[in-house]
């Protein structure tokens, strides 16, 4: 059994910041990718960042030079520093992670909503 649970969403007004924070547990040999996607209302869901066991990183154009990815492989960690926050950025923003234990999976979290205020 493996759980997948984001935290540290919340308000905030335009221009100010947020760290959200993704812990995986449970059955776990390895993670590959650690990501970030976000969902606006209306919207399909999106991804917003990326990375690998090896720390290499993606981000989508939208966020790029605002957010940060990073992981601690220790303790199954993903972080998202979200920095320069815009009224566009307000979603409910998803944790996945692909997981290896008997096979590979892809795990996703309940979802943490980043709401951005004028």
């Known amino acids: 059994q493996v759980q997948v649970v984001e935290s540290g969403g919340g308000l905030v007004q335009a221009g100010g910041s947020l760290r959200l924070s993704c812990t995986a547990s449970g059955s776990i040999f390895s993670i590959n990718a650690m990501n970030w996607y976000r969902q606006a209302p209306g919207k399909q869901r999106e991804l917003v960042a990326a990375i690998t066991i090896d720390g290499s990183t993606n981000y989508a154009d939208s966020v790029k030079g605002r957010f940060t990815i990073s992981r601690d492989n220790a303790k199954n960690t993903v972080y998202l520093q979200m920095n320069s926050l815009k009224l566009e950025d307000t979603a409910v923003y998803y944790c996945?992670?692909?997981?290896?234990?008997?096979?590979?999976?892809?795990?996703w979290g309940q979802g943490t909503q980043v709401t951005v205020s004028s």
């Open positions: 996945n992670a692909e997981i290896l234990w008997l096979a590979r999976k892809n795990y």
